[in-house]
């Protein structure tokens, strides 16, 4: 028999997998799906980019394993410190402030792996990016969820606490432009979180794969903009969001230089590095693509405006974000008898529409769905029109 391990049994089942097979099962019977389930950027990659990246992989010493001192290596952490200073005024040591990562899904992992020993929490906001937790649960740490909720404006106060869990808490995962709930934090509340985790002596891992996915002239802060941030924190930037290089598996971890060691060390018994080629065609990303950027959240706000109008005018009532590509959206009043994966399914079996369940992102996603807009505006609207016909609300 085989059997796998305890800590897998112990991960909640992935419900986006659930979602992905019967998407699938869906397609085989003709439909022709509207996706807008899965995070996964639609548009280009930056041009020279890809043309970097076809450059490079040509050369041979490429094909070589990376190594941290190698010329390309550190081309890349300068590049994204410069990046780093251009966008947030924060200035990063490149051989001690910055490690690059395989995605940054890979790095929030090993963050859990790298700090929780077994008696050690991980204060965990829910819903959350899967990984947050997951992560926790595979490096065999205690997952302490903190419930994120329209109540707490899906920002909590982590002083209500008990003294128990402060304790016992090694890590704490915050995320904004938050993914699912959208909703954004001001340095205000960064810098009560760096108070009061210093205070508590508990590492911060901020997760900011939406900082550039931002409109209405909202700019949304770095974690490390907040006085003392460096002394318990890091941030995870990727360039799967802000250049669609999703695929390419491209991210970054700042911060604190003891933090950024154990985490480099963790993954220095695990991989080895980024593809060379990937390296120069971030460095092109990070250093050239700003009009790619602007082209990208524009076609965003595009499609969000038309689709959170949409979806109002229908019945179906819903506020505009102020950055990230999702709508997090309340299950309809007239369907509130559904849980959240009985009406994804009612979507796809019925409408054609592919959303994620707000289950998948935890327990206290219930009740909710997310879009993400990785459609064009007129499948958009082929989606609305569906969604008109057989959720039948009051407009
Ligand atoms: C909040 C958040 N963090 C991290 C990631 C993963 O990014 P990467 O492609 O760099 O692993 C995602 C992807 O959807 C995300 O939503």
Same mark, same amino acid.
């Given at each position: ?7 897998l049994?112990r991960l909640p ?5 659930i979602?992905?097979?019967?998407k ?12 807008l389930s899965m995070?996964s950027p639609d ?7 890809i043309e970097?990246?076809?450059?490079q ?12 001192n190698?010329?390309?290596e550190?081309e890349?952490?300068n590049?994204?410190a410069d990046?780093?200073m251009k966008?947030?005024?924060?200035s990063l040591d490149?051989n001690?402030e ?8 890979e790095?929030?992992a090993?963050?859990?792996l790298?700090f929780l020993?077994?008696?050690?929490i991980?204060l965990?906001?829910?819903?959350a990016y899967?990984v947050h937790?997951n992560g926790?649960?595979m490096?065999?740490g205690?997952l302490y ?6 109540e707490?404006?899906?920002m ?7 003294a128990?869990v ?6 704490l995962?915050?995320s904004y432009?938050?993914?699912p ?5 001001s340095?205000?509340?960064f810098q009560?979180v760096v108070?009061?985790?210093?205070? #508590?002596? $508990?590492?911060?891992g901020?997760?900011?794969?939406? !900082?550039? *996915?931002? &409109?209405d002239?909202?700019k /949304? ?8 941030a460096k002394?318990i924190?890091v941030?995870?930037h990727?360039?799967?969001k ?9 991210g970054f971890?700042?911060?604190? #230089?003891? $933090? ?5 060390k963790t993954? !220095?018994? *695990?991989? &080895?590095?980024?593809?060379? /080629?990937?390296?120069c065609a ?5 250093s050239?693509?700003?009009d ?7 076609t965003?706000r595009?499609r969000r405006d ?20 999702y *709508?997090?959206a309340?299950i309809?009043?007239?369907?509130s ?8 399914n009612?979507?796809?079996e019925?409408a054609?529409?592919a ?5 998948g992102?935890?327990?206290y996603?219930?009740?909710?769905v997310?879009?993400a807009l ?6 958009l609207?082929?989606a609305l029109?569906?969604?008109?016909d ?5 407009p």
């Amino acid at each position: 028999m085989i059997h796998e391990a305890n800590r897998l049994k112990r991960l909640p089942p992935y419900l986006f997998t659930i979602v992905d097979n019967k998407k699938k099962e869906v397609m085989d019977k003709g439909v022709d799906v509207i996706d807008l389930s899965m995070g996964s950027p639609d548009q280009p990659a930056p041009k020279q980019s890809i043309e970097e990246l076809c450059k490079q992989a040509r050369i041979d010493g490429n094909q070589r394993y990376s190594r941290w001192n190698g010329e390309i290596e550190t081309e890349l952490r300068n590049t994204i410190a410069d990046w780093y200073m251009k966008r947030f005024g924060v200035s990063l040591d490149p051989n001690n402030e910055i490690v690059p990562l395989i995605g940054s899904k890979e790095g929030i992992a090993h963050l859990s792996l790298a700090f929780l020993n077994n008696d050690d929490i991980a204060l965990v906001p829910n819903p959350a990016y899967p990984v947050h937790f997951n992560g926790v649960i595979m490096a065999g740490g205690i997952l302490y969820n903190i419930p994120l909720t329209p109540e707490n404006n899906y920002m909590p106060k982590f002083d209500r606490l008990s003294a128990e869990v402060i304790k016992m808490a090694k890590l704490l995962f915050i995320s904004y432009p938050h993914n699912p709930t959208t909703q954004v934090a001001s340095l205000d509340y960064f810098q009560e979180v760096v108070d009061w985790a210093k205070k #508590k002596d $508990i590492i911060v891992g901020h997760d900011c794969a939406y !900082s550039d *996915i931002v &409109f209405d002239g909202y700019k /949304a802060p770095s974690f490390l903009q907040a006085k003392g941030a460096k002394d318990i924190s890091v941030e995870f930037h990727t360039i799967s969001k802000s250049y669609n290089m999703a695929g390419w598996r491209l991210g970054f971890c700042v911060g604190n #230089k003891e $933090i950024l060691k154990t985490l480099a060390k963790t993954k !220095s018994y *695990i991989d &080895f590095g980024i593809f060379r /080629a990937i390296q120069c065609a971030a460095i092109k990303a990070l250093s050239t693509a700003d009009d790619t950027l602007k082209k990208t959240v524009e076609t965003y706000r595009k499609r969000r405006d038309l689709f959170v109008d949409g979806l109002n005018s229908i019945g179906w009532k819903v506020s505009k974000p102020k950055a990230t590509f999702y *709508i997090w959206a309340h299950i309809p009043l007239k369907y509130s008898a559904l849980n959240s994966m009985e009406f994804t399914n009612l979507l796809l079996e019925e409408a054609g529409v592919a959303v994620a369940p707000g289950t998948g992102f935890g327990e206290y996603g219930e009740g909710f769905v997310r879009f993400a807009l990785v459609e064009g505006e007129e499948r958009l609207k082929i989606a609305l029109e569906r969604l008109k016909d057989i959720l039948e609300l009051e407009p």
